[in-house]
């Protein structure tokens, strides 16, 4: 009797164990390339995921000045087809840059094309996250030929539209938070503790909900291209005071051509309703809101943002197929 038990014991051990194996080496997608591009001003590294057949998806990253590194959870979806990260150039594994006159959107789409002619995609999907949302429709809008699709992930497609948002949610979070931003942005002490404070609590609320190691903390603070980051954009996510000030492509929606697909956290500072308006301006796009999570989706709420997107890419492939 004894002896069964063991047997019984140890062979639903082995079930455990190789169900364990199993899962994560499905999920462990290997890198079939990896190296650096040659752009102006510099070297621009990518990596490829994925050996599947299907069409690449091309990712660009937020900030201006963050990296793919806060992207890497999309990796799974290289079981369907090649997931293809790059870090922008002056953030990242890229190449570190202070010149301004390569700080600019148009640079960034003329690096964007390099790197589609030296992987050689003749065809592929574009994702971009806040930031890269910005880049992507300017990169559609010069060069949409090779464009089968678009995913716009907390998208910012003017910056007046953007700081509205802010400023609603700003007002939903304590009057002592409330009066320190208004404060410090008069008097511009952007590195004043109780803007720095304020900002903080912003980000728990609206950007990145969900507690990470201090481990992968520290490499996003290492991968980050602060002074990118502040010369187009500003001091952080709701003061904007770059080169991106003026921004603005609400008029440029409707001449989106391709299956577009728009996505927000539920809690996002890409306000759901604001999102929502841009996908009704594109014609026969599609709108999903990621529930619990902030901008930062894929850390928030990774399993429900790969669904969402695996879902719509193959529905895709299917389209093209």
């Known amino acids: 009797m004894v002896k069964r038990v063991l047997i019984r014991f140890y062979f639903l051990l082995t079930l455990v164990l190789f169900s364990s194996i199993f899962q994560n080496s499905f999920a462990s997608v290997p890198i079939i390339k990896e190296g650096f591009i040659n752009v102006k001003g510099g070297k621009v590294w990518y990596r490829i995921n994925g050996t599947g057949n299907k069409t690449p998806l091309l990712l660009l990253h937020g900030g201006p000045g963050s990296s793919s590194f806060n992207l890497d959870g999309l990796a799974e979806l290289g079981n369907d087809r090649p997931i293809i990260f790059i870090d922008q150039l002056g953030c990242g594994r890229s190449t ?10 148009e640079n ?51 910056t007046k539209a953007w700081t509205n948002d802010a400023d609603t949610l700003i007002a939903s979070l304590p009057e002592a938070i409330q009066n320190a931003i208004r404060e410090n942005e008069k008097n ?7 803007y720095q404070k304020a900002v903080t609590i912003y980000y728990k609320n609206f950007v990145k909900r969900s507690e990470v190691a201090k481990s992968r903390s520290d490499s996003s603070s290492k991968y980050f291209g602060a002074n990118v980051y502040e010369f187009m954009w500003g001091p952080s996510e709701f003061t904007a005071t770059g080169n991106l000030l003026k921004y603005d492509r609400l008029k440029d929606l409707p001449t989106i051509k391709v299956p577009t697909l728009l996505m927000a956290g539920e809690y996002d500072e890409a306000r759901p309703s604001t999102v929502k308006y841009f996908q009704s301006l594109i014609s026969g796009s599609e709108f ?18 790969n669904l969402t997107l695996r879902t719509f890419l193959l529905k895709m492939d299917r389209l093209y197929k």
């Open 188 to 194: 511009k002490t952007y590195s004043n503790e109780a």
């Open 96 to 105: 570190r840059i202070t010149d301004t006159s390569l700080m600019t959107i």
């Open 288 to 305: 999903k809101m990621i529930p619990n999570a902030g901008h930062a989706t894929i850390i928030d709420n990774k399993q429900e943002t």
């Open 108 to 158: 960034y789409v003329e690096q964007v094309a390099q790197i589609r002619k030296a992987l050689h995609l003749k065809k592929f999907y574009l994702y971009g996250h806040s930031w890269g949302t910005m880049l992507g429709i300017d990169y559609y809008l010069k060069y949409p030929r090779a464009i089968k699709a678009i995913v716009f992930s907390s998208p910012c497609f003017s």
